[in-house]
């Protein structure tokens, strides 16, 4: 599934200090791959229904339910996702396309569809720790931050997780100082993140909330962002999961902005 | 230290209400599954809007801009790998006194394969539908679909600048290069100021005027529009071809009687839109090669060139900047003076635009700020556009705004609405399923 909700990410500053349980011989490089594997490219492609529940500090809420396509053109490496809009009715048949690339040198090549005035809308790549559709999820969140982008570090590792550290290597592209994540042994899924801030703040949360088997690939099918400053937070929750269906490269090109696969839709 | 505790206490406890929210939250969501069978699905809005000048318009006299009671209905129907679309308004237009209705999008939409293997490469559009292409914001070189500019000036939502016409687009695909074709049956123009809402320059009388004027049958094609559209990407770059043949979409040209009239129009160009930098740049060209061929009619406009370069980036999160220059090159410049009516009114032999947009999402993207200006040096006028839409739940959004049009001269492009710069108000409430 594409767009696991979860990301990669942090430890609480305690087990940051204790560094001492951490068995030398686990591969740091290998185990992100993996993990990153894992998350975001599960099969060679997927197609999944989401739905979003997006909660302000005030408690008001708000709805967003989509369909993701995604295929990839190879594990670990540059994907091509589609990303149709159903609700709320005004954002219905908007239509979001993402290459996204991992060389750190290259952006991601986005565009938007606006069904109201049938316009295809080449978006500048930008800054993708900003917010997906209004939730708390960032776009990087949905599509994916390539661990090329981070210097890994583990931790500690407990009885069932790996616990890492990350930092970014271009510190100017992101608004953590740190994350530490927590990797499940079991199925390599990244299943906390926590950002902290450079004053060790941890100011927000990525958490997978139910991991599901679908198909033979373990997959997050409900994760939860929490931003821990407001207390605003947003549910994601993926449904109809498939991987592994064929999808041809049309499906992700100009042609379904305009002319949705309806196929795929259902 | 106690207040240590009751902070804690009270942090803890609001941590568990989050807790149980979620959790009612997500078994809320255990109702999705069940709401998804239907293959058809509606929903809709309700819209009041008022807008009024920030002048006096002696013209005009009304000092209201916009006055809408709207209700736009969307509905869709899905089948088996094509939909039908239906998107409507019912609205009171205050500004005219009139009820009003128009249907925006009915509309089948799906592909070509039930035809045979060879249908599988074809899309097919038909009926009545918004068309857009093309590279420019606000600025439209090869896009020849019809526009609403009274709406644009009244400050309605974008989405009404885009007016609809009842065509059918066909579409193909191959790996190397793919094709729009439109034909629209009969001529849809665009609607443009015409002295309802606001009034306008006459070169014949000189002075701004409100005549609600009509062009005449006998002056509006009922004859097709033709346009089509090659597109792909080499190496990076989007490019494109574009075609169009039809009718000026304004009533520009006039008959011998002075009538206004749609002058037959064929426009041929290109564009070219790529990542530079950070950001996106572009550039389109455009011909418009009118019935005055070598300028020498004064009722008819002269052929034209127009260009625009354009790029934009995210400034820094959250705020998007762009910039671009626009150009019309009027053909036959002697020729059109020499034989003009109103020379002394006539176009700089090249008009230039500069346009300036900043936007900016906050608040987790429930507010947008929206500055767009239009500056032309060459007419030394302008038209700047500020919109503020803030939208804090699903089920409603207010938007305000400014329409200033500003200049020298009283017959200038821009300049020439300057008792039409308003302000304007709306709010929206969204209704679905």
Known sequence: ?266 | MAKYLIGLLLLTGSVLAQEQQSDDLWAEMDNWEEQEVSPFSWAGFAEVALGRRLQRDDVIGRNTTLQDARVQLKSDYLLSSSKVSFRGDLYYDGVKNQLESQIRELYWQGNLGFLGTMGRHFDLKAGQQVLTWGTGDYLFLNDLFSKDYQSFFAGRDDDYLKAPSLSVKLSGYSTLVNFDVVITPEFEPDNGINGEYFSYFSPSTGTLIADEFSVLDSNLPDEPEYAIRLYGTLAGTELALYGYKGYSKLPQGADVQGNPRYSELTVSGFSAVRPIGAGIGKLEYAFYDGEDTFGNDPFTANDQSRLLIGYEQELIANLTGSLQWYTEFNHDYAALVANSLWPQYEDEERRHVLTTELRYLALQQTLTLQLFNFYSPSDNDGYLRLRGTYSPTDRWQISGGVNGFYGDETYTFYSQFKDGSNVYLAFRYFFEE
């Open chain 1, 1 to 266: 599934m594409a767009i696991q909700g979860v990301g990669f990410a942090i430890l609480s500053v305690f087990t940051f200090l204790s560094a001492s349980g951490v068995a030398q011989e686990v591969d740091v490089d290998g185990l992100i791959l993996a993990s990153e594997k894992a998350a975001y490219y599960a099969g060679d492609d997927s197609r999944s229904d989401a739905r979003m529940i997006i909660v302000d500090g005030q408690g008001r809420k708000q709805m967003r339910q989509f369909t993701i396509l995604r295929k990839d053109v190879e594990d670990n490496g540059d994907q091509k996702m589609m990303v149709f809009f159903s609700r709320p009715a005004d954002v219905r048949d908007t239509v979001f396309r993402v290459e996204k690339h991992v060389e750190l040198d290259q952006d991601d090549d986005r565009w938007l569809y606006l069904p109201a005035l049938d316009l295809v809308k080449r978006i500048s790549a930008g800054d993708k720790r900003t917010s997906f559709v209004g939730s708390h999820f960032f776009y990087e969140d949905v599509s994916g931050r390539a661990v090329s982008e981070d210097t890994f570090s583990l931790q500690k590792e407990t009885e069932t997780r790996y616990i890492l550290k990350a930092e970014a290597k271009d510190t100017h592209s992101v608004e953590f100082a740190y994350y530490v994540v927590e990797i499940d042994k079991q199925n390599n899924l990244p299943v906390l993140i926590n950002f902290y801030d450079k004053n060790h703040t941890n100011y927000r949360r990525v958490e997978a909330v139910s991991v599901d088997t679908i198909e033979g690939y373990p997959t997050v099918t409900r994760s939860k962002v929490t931003d821990l400053t407001s207390g605003g937070y947003t549910l994601m929750e993926f449904r109809n999961m498939t991987y592994n269906l064929g999808l041809n490269e049309g499906v992700f090109s100009e042609r379904s902005l305009r002319t949705p696969p309806v196929q795929w839709l259902k």
